[in-house]
């Protein structure tokens, strides 16, 4: 085998080494060098111009530039962002600042209706007076430019008095005299009618009353109110207004959330209250079914409450809470529930059931109280009694019964029948009873002679949306007779009627005021005579002292 061997010259072996290399070359992957693009940076009035490699962010780009940022700036585009040849990033500056600035409150002007004036005569009763707030701002501002402002806290360091302007609306009713003061509620303020129907005052105007709470004094002198809180979580406040000057002084028990109880003592000193703590769900409070007094005067003194009766249970629907009422000699207290009637004991602070009630299931957020009172000289309770029935559940039988419960002898018995969920037995003041022919009987020479008036059911079966008859009956439950209204007229509804609290100037009889269609009215309880007292449609609660 012959073999050939080859030699290659000097340009051959440099064509062989190009070829070679430009294999290898092919064989690899290409090396790119970077780009750089522009980018422009607007902050701070200012246009800066900056290279930044390609496919940097907007937070490498203020970087390069060496632009930082406060905690509230904000840029755009969003710093992630990334960013193109020729692309614009804008960092606007952003602050806030709070100031505080003293503002006035304008006066509301008010009018009020007012049967003491001719029709249609105005009168300034009181002169409007401008409030002062500070004012509490949250102000942001871009890039020296406000943006947005806002309010932050109000605090009133003055409140604005309204300006309240009466306006004459006389009705034609006749005037009648009559002994003690009247105090209504009419359009959430307070009125005072004394001696006469034309001798009306003014003594709340705040218009807030809410009517829970609304009584007189024993003596007159001073009224006791609740308001409705503007405070989150409070339902509302007590206050007594003194009666004694004009204008009369207003004073702030510095005591909330009284739904069902709030009574002067009988001599007037001491207001004690029963508490409850608001709730958000229905009825809107949970009752603590507590009792307190508290040692007020007319001058402005409020004392420190003393507890009388230790939160509790409350019974059966104990959640709607309970409601009381002072005894004459003040040694005790009537209370009065779903469940049961029974004694308050003061010095021991305890509690003595002296009636069970068989409970009304109402199948709503609310709780049927039976309406209690004492009779005059503190022998016998008045209320009603919630009677069971083989036809329907025991707790939705709709048998109401006027109950007697002596206290000092003898059995509770039932003084007459059907009368309804909301009777609201109410005795009058002791009196002598006289004949239409002024002789006197032996039991009308009974100086513990009284009267006891009481709403009947017009529908007893019912009686939970029926309106009501006033009627009266003496003490033992003879004579019971229809006062108002008249025969076919519509009639009251559930509430709890006043006496008088002496025998009337004209006709020398005892008299009983109540509300109906929003006005007073008044009816003597021999003769039946109704008499309107006012007639603007507005009352909603009334005491007569």
Sequence with gaps: MRLYHRTYSNFQWSMIIMVLSAVIWGCTSPQVTQGLITTTIIADKKDLQ????????????????????????????????????????KVIRIKEEYYIEQEIIPFEHQELRNEALPEGERRVSQPGVNGLQEVTYHRVIEDNIEVSTNIVKTSVLQPAIPEIVMVGSRSSFASIEFPGKIAYISSGNAWIIENSSVNRKLVVSSGDLDGRIFSLSPDGSMLLFSRYSSEANSINTLWVASLQKDPGKIIDLGVNNIVHYAEFSPDSNKVAYSTAEWRETAPGWQANNDLYEISVTGNGFVGSPKIILEPNSGGVYGWWGMEFSWSVDAINFLYSRPDSIGIVNIGEGSMTSIYNIVPYQTGGNWAWVPGASWSPDGNVIYSVDHISTETVGVQESQNFNMLAIPLMEGAPVHLTNDVGMFAYPVPSPIQIIKDFDNSTSGLNQDQTAFLVAYLQAIFPNQSEISSYKLCSMDRDGSNQKVLFPEEGAVGLNPQDVVWSPEPMISGDEYAIAFVYNGNIWMVYSKTGEAIQITGDGLTTQIDWR
């Design 50 to 89: 900056i290279k930044i490699p390609s496919g940097s962010t907007v937070q490498e780009a203020l970087k390069t530039g060496q632009i930082a940022l406060g905690e509230m700036d904000r840029v755009e585009p969003p710093l992630y962002a990334i960013l193109s040849d020729g692309d614009l990033v």
